[in-house]
């Protein structure tokens, strides 16, 4: 079995750090799917996953010396942070009221699937719809604040709602937002992370594959930079639609499964 969360590890990050949906979107569904783990244990699995791929395709565009957009990508990433923490607050709420596992599975599945139905539907019509760019700090904050709270209260690392973000609002084109969306992971998980650490420690969770997930992560972040660098708009567009696609079908699965 530990090799199936293994491929599951590093193929998501795989595909995620090519075109920037990070991986989580991908895990989420799938681990769903698997029935194996609780939804609170998923979404740990999840962000050390998407974490230890975001520090791989980070350092790795580094030293290929791509340039990122600080002046609105770091507010983003601070938003993120404070959005992450939030959201990881309203998850853990959102359990405790509906104490019912499988009904808040469901409840994330329709979300997911709507969320996504809608990323789906504004990416492929990136070229028709007119988006703007926004340069106030304290817009992009907010925005990143909101992205963190989605993302984390989801599980989902929040990659394909990153991308339309910076598509859309900060104006960035197809590949350059794969990376920046790579960037807001990074800060967003690592902050979910560190709140879990911090306010209920990991103990309470069941990691047993927690090690085979995160090597695949890892081994998906060198893959997914490497292919990364050698394919074009178009390439990353069709593995950008086709993915979504695919995680709609595992949400509608998780919906009207029993």
Known sequence: MNIIYFLVGIIATTIGTISGIGGGVIIKPVLDTLGNYDISTIGILSSFTVFSMSIVALSKSIKSKVKLDGK?????????????TLGKSLFTLFLEVLNNNLMSQKIQSTILFILMGLVLVLYIREDKIKGFRVNSIWFCALVGTVLGIISSFLGIGGGPLNVIVLIYILGMGTKESSIHSIF???????????????????????????PFMVVGGIMGGFIGSYLSERMN??????????????????????LIKK
């Not at 807001?184 to 998980?189: A, N």
């Not at 708009?233 to 998780?254: A, E, G, P, R, S």
């Open 72 to 84: 609105r990508t770091i507010p983003l990433a601070i938003g993120s942070i404070i959005g992450g």
């Open 184 to 210: 807001i992971i990074f800060f967003s998980q690592g902050s979910k992370l560190l709140s879990v650490f911090l306010s209920e420690g990991f103990s309470g969770y069941n990691l047993e594959v927690l």
């Open 233 to 254: 708009k178009n390439n990353i567009k069709n593995l950008f639609t086709y993915t979504m696609l695919l995680i709609m079908c595992f949400n509608l699965y998780n």
